[in-house]
């Protein structure tokens, strides 16, 4: 029904605007507001949110034109320009400003009515253009994660994974061949060797079917249990954490976020796994957390963070620690010393919104951290 449908009129002639009115109110149209100059008119309409606007080409401040473009920006609504002369310019701009139809003055109550319907309906096949070009940058952004993992699955396959399994073939080749003629001293460390190089590559293998899974996410985050997550991360690095004879520091309580568990363990996993690693002999660990709201857009978040006490990384090189290959100078691709691990603690967080880095002070040590939404008071 025609009453259902609400409109405001932007017209700085008094008795033009007076005779719109009576047509649309005879039309049946609900009328529920009016302006007289352009600036107001874009504020009135961004207000009452009308269901059409019927918009005068010459107002004072922004002419209808520009009070067109302009709601076409930040509140789209169906408009019917009214002008005093009909030129094909004109029409042409007032498409290209987002109008859908456009009426001579003084418009006859047939036309205002067809104008309206014809805005309308043109206003309706904008948005849905809008909608499916909207899905197509996000489906052709997915496509080119998917070709950037699918790079990475290759790049990773052709070096990190060829890499362990070559030295498992060649020693395996070895012992096959030649295995009663070595002392049992150099066998032991042949199948040293073997055993080294397979969990490597079954640690290769686990990554890329967990970059996988990340790619493919499609649960809803929930709300983390940190404190749980972060003493079950530690329980798995129980034998790494002795071997280095590693002291872990860590806070009594913890902030709520979202995100999901699992994954959110191995984001943990990885950093700690790093620290203890590269973080010096006997390593002293830091696990704690604070504001992300360097900026603004960053209050909604939460940092976590693991500092540990090694030598640091020079900045040429954090530019790169969440890149799964390094550039060398000479054009040549390598795995970072990290591994894979960063760029899959990057996917998982990124899957989130939130973002990942490093910080490498003066006084020595690493910090890299990551950010996850918190939890909405209330929810």
Same mark, same amino acid.
């Given at each position: 029904?025609?009453? %259902?449908?609400?409109?405001?009129?932007?017209?700085?002639?008094?008795?033009?605007?007076?005779?719109?009115?009576?047509?649309?109110?005879?039309?049946?149209?609900? &009328?529920?507001?009016?302006?007289?100059?352009?600036?107001?008119?874009?504020?009135?309409?961004?207000?009452? /949110?009308?269901?059409?606007?019927?918009?005068?080409?010459?107002?004072?401040?922004?002419?209808?034109?520009?009070?067109?473009?302009?709601?076409?920006?930040?509140?789209?609504?169906?408009? $019917?320009?009214?002008?005093?002369?009909?030129?094909?310019?004109?029409?042409?701009?007032?498409?290209?400003?987002?109008?859908?139809?456009?009426?001579?003055?003084?418009?006859?109550?047939?036309?205002?009515?067809?104008?309206?319907? &014809?805005?309308?309906?043109?206003?309706?096949?904008?948005?849905?253009?809008?909608?499916?070009? %909207?899905?197509?940058?996000?489906?052709?952004?997915?496509?080119?994660?998917?070709?950037?993992?699918?790079?990475?699955?290759?790049?990773?396959?052709?070096?990190?994974?060829?890499?362990?399994?070559?030295?498992?073939?060649?020693?395996?080749?070895?012992?096959?061949?030649?295995?009663?003629?070595?002392?049992?001293?150099?066998?032991?460390?042949?199948?040293?060797?073997? $055993?080294?190089? %397979? /969990?490597?590559? $079954?640690?290769?293998?686990?990554?890329?079917?967990?970059?996988?899974?990340?790619?493919?996410?499609?649960?809803?985050?929930?709300?983390?249990?940190?404190?749980?997550?972060?003493?079950?991360?530690?329980?798995?690095?129980?034998?790494?954490?002795?071997?280095?004879?590693?002291?872990?520091?860590?806070?009594?309580?913890?902030?709520?976020?979202?995100?999901?568990?699992?994954?959110?363990?191995?984001?943990?996993?990885?950093?700690?796994?790093?620290?203890?690693?590269?973080?010096? @002999?006997?390593?002293? &660990?830091?696990?704690?957390?604070?504001?992300?709201?360097?900026?603004?857009?960053?209050?909604?978040?939460?940092?976590?963070? $693991?500092?540990?006490?090694?030598?640091?990384?020079?900045?040429?090189?954090?530019?790169?620690?969440?890149? @799964?290959?390094?550039?060398?100078?000479?054009?040549?691709?390598?795995?970072?010393?990290?591994?894979?691990?960063?760029?899959?603690?990057?996917?998982?967080?990124?899957?989130?919104?939130?973002?990942?880095?490093?910080?490498?002070?003066?006084?020595?040590?690493?910090?890299?951290?990551?950010?996850?939404?918190?939890?909405?008071?209330?929810?």
């Amino acid at each position: 029904m025609k009453s %259902s449908i609400r409109v405001v009129i932007a017209e700085d002639d008094a008795l033009v605007n007076e005779m719109i009115q009576r047509h649309l109110e005879r039309l049946g149209y609900t &009328i529920i507001g009016e302006a007289h100059d352009g600036h107001t008119a874009v504020e009135r309409i961004r207000d009452l /949110r009308p269901d059409v606007v019927i918009l005068d080409i010459e107002m004072p401040g922004l002419n209808g034109l520009e009070a067109a473009e302009e709601l076409h920006k930040h509140c789209p609504t169906p408009i $019917v320009i009214l002008t005093a002369y009909e030129t094909p310019e004109l029409v042409t701009q007032a498409s290209a400003a987002g109008a859908g139809a456009y009426l001579l003055k003084p418009p006859h109550p047939r036309d205002l009515d067809r104008a309206i319907t &014809i805005a309308m309906a043109r206003f309706a096949d904008i948005m849905a253009l809008r909608s499916m070009n %909207s899905e197509l940058q996000r489906l052709n952004t997915d496509l080119e994660t998917s070709n950037a993992d699918l790079d990475a699955y290759a790049r990773v396959v052709a070096h990190d994974l060829k890499d362990p399994l070559s030295v498992i073939l060649g020693f395996a080749e070895v012992l096959s061949e030649d295995h009663n003629q070595f002392p049992p001293e150099k066998l032991s460390e042949y199948l040293n060797i073997i $055993v080294s190089k %397979s /969990r490597k590559a $079954v640690s290769i293998i686990n990554g890329l079917l967990l970059l996988a899974e990340v790619q493919h996410l499609q649960q809803q985050a929930e709300a983390l249990d940190m404190q749980t997550i972060v003493n079950e991360t530690l329980d798995r690095l129980t034998w790494q954490i002795a071997e280095g004879h590693a002291e872990i520091a860590l806070p009594d309580t913890w902030p709520q976020v979202l995100g999901y568990p699992q994954l959110v363990e191995e984001v943990w996993a990885n950093y700690i796994n790093n620290a203890l690693k590269y973080g010096g @002999p006997n390593p002293q &660990i830091t696990l704690g957390y604070d504001s992300a709201s360097e900026h603004p857009q960053d209050e909604a978040y939460q940092r976590f963070w $693991v500092h540990d006490s090694g030598p640091g990384i020079a900045l040429q090189i954090r530019e790169n620690l969440f890149e @799964p290959f390094v550039r060398l100078a000479d054009g040549r691709l390598r795995s970072s010393s990290h591994g894979l691990g960063l760029s899959i603690v990057r996917r998982i967080i990124e899957k989130l919104g939130g973002k990942v880095g490093v910080e490498s002070p003066p006084s020595g040590g690493c910090c890299f951290w990551f950010t996850l939404p918190k939890v909405e008071e209330g929810s």
